[in-house]
Every structure is written in C-alpha cells, then in structure tokens.
C-alpha cells in the first residue's frame, strides 16, 4: 500500500515568507505527483502535477520540485490568498489508487 | 468553461442506498477518466472511485469496493455513484472530478454531502 506522508501538519507563518511543504512516499513512486490547495467550503484546486509542472492560471510564486519518493510544494511569498490545506496526491499503477496525504494546513501566524 | 455538477446527496439511514450523479459540460466528457473523492467532515482527502474514460474498467478503494458501483453515461455526459450497504463511516462531501493527462484531477465540482444516520 501506498502511504503520502505530508509534514509538518500545519505551518504557521505570515504573509509573505516563504513556505516550504513537504510530500514523502513510502515507496519509490514516478514523477506523476501532483499538489491541490482547498480552501475551507471549497473544492481542491490543482496546483502542480507531474511533481513539477504549474497548472494553467496557478501564479508563479507556486513551484514543486522532487522524484523518487521526496517531494517539496514551495509557495515562494505568501498572499493572503494562500492560507489553506493542502494536500499531495499520487497513482499508484497497478492495481490503480489514487492516494492522498494526510494534509498541510498553512496557517496565518 | 468546464463545469462539473453534483447531485443525488443527502440523509439516509444505515444499510440504505443512494445515487450520486455528476453532470459535466465544457469538455469532451467521453475522452476522460473521472472518478469520485470524497472528505469526511473535518478530515482529508479519499478517492473512492475512477471509471476509464470508455467505460468498462472500474477501479475502487478497498473502503468501499463491492458497495459501491461507478458508471457513466457518455450520451448524457453524467458520471454516477451508486452507493449500498452505507455505513455511518460513508459520511462525507462526495466530489466527482476529472483526469487530467496524467494521473492528477484537473477538474473538482463543488461537492454534495452524503449523511449516513438513524
């Protein structure tokens, strides 16, 4: 089974510092990771897949990087807009899940 | 604009049976995979279902699988959740949501909110 550990569980820091958010696999996974941020009464929203690539209309400030089984979801200055969960997400390829981490809440300190 | 539409929540009772649908427009529904992910209050994030996009291979979360069926219909563009044998533990906002060109969702509909109570 495949486990997404996200840390720390939450992150507490004020706008415009930097947030780094961290994904690890229990297991070697590709590349296909991607990173969704849910804001409270709301959808999740796509922010990166393939560990690195930003989704259409997701500002710059938004980066991912990693391979393997460590990956990073990097908000390079908090908008206020920002504070939120957010959650990493992988396919395992056979039999096919969907798996989700536990969550980050980024929170205002 | 793609848009993706969920119905069928509400409250039912232990052992009961329920339909979710998903409506979508803006995108060539038969071309894509769509699955169901669902968020028990308070908690994260749980895929429960996915449907390839022609249909005949449907993949489940351990939770859920022999209780819960996926299905489509590409003439309507409208994805499905039969749901059976629910438990107080299938409490949740259920989201259907659209594959993208890899094994991400690109697209969430708003959510419906399943509650399992006597």
């Known amino acids: 089974e495949l486990v997404l550990t996200q840390s720390p569980a939450t992150l507490s820091l004020s706008p415009g510092e930097k947030a780094t958010l961290s994904c690890r696999a229990s297991?070697?996974?590709?590349?296909?990771l991607a990173w969704y941020q849910q804001k409270p009464g709301q959808a999740p929203r796509l922010l990166i897949y393939?560990?690195?690539t930003r989704a259409a209309g997701i500002p710059a400030r938004f980066s991912g990087s990693g391979s393997g089984t460590d990956f990073t979801l990097t908000i390079s200055s908090l908008e206020p807009e920002d504070f939120a969960v957010y959650y990493c997400?992988?396919?395992?390829?056979?039999?096919?899940?969907?798996?989700f981490g536990q969550g980050t809440k980024v929170e205002i300190k | 604009q793609i848009q993706l539409v969920e119905s069928g929540g509400g409250v039912v009772q232990p052992g009961g049976s329920l339909r979710l649908s998903c409506a979508a427009s803006?995108?060539?529904?038969?071309?894509?995979?769509m699955a169901w992910v669902r968020q028990a209050p308070g908690k994260g994030l749980e895929w429960v279902a996915f449907i390839r996009y022609d249909g005949p291979n449907q993949y489940f979360a351990d939770s859920v699988k022999g209780r819960f069926t996926i299905t489509r219909d590409n003439s309507k563009d409208t994805l499905y959740l039969q749901m059976s044998s629910l438990r107080p533990e299938d409490t949740a906002v259920y989201y259907c949501?659209?594959?993208?060109?890899?094994?991400?969702?690109?697209?969430w509909g708003q959510g419906t909110l399943v509650t399992v109570s006597s």
């Open positions: 997400q992988q396919r395992r390829s056979w039999p096919p899940t969907w798996t």
């Open positions: 297991q070697s996974v590709s590349s296909y």
């Open positions: 393939d560990a690195s």
């Open positions: 949501a659209k594959e993208g060109v890899t094994d991400y969702f690109d697209r």
């Open positions: 803006g995108f060539t529904f038969s071309k894509y995979g």
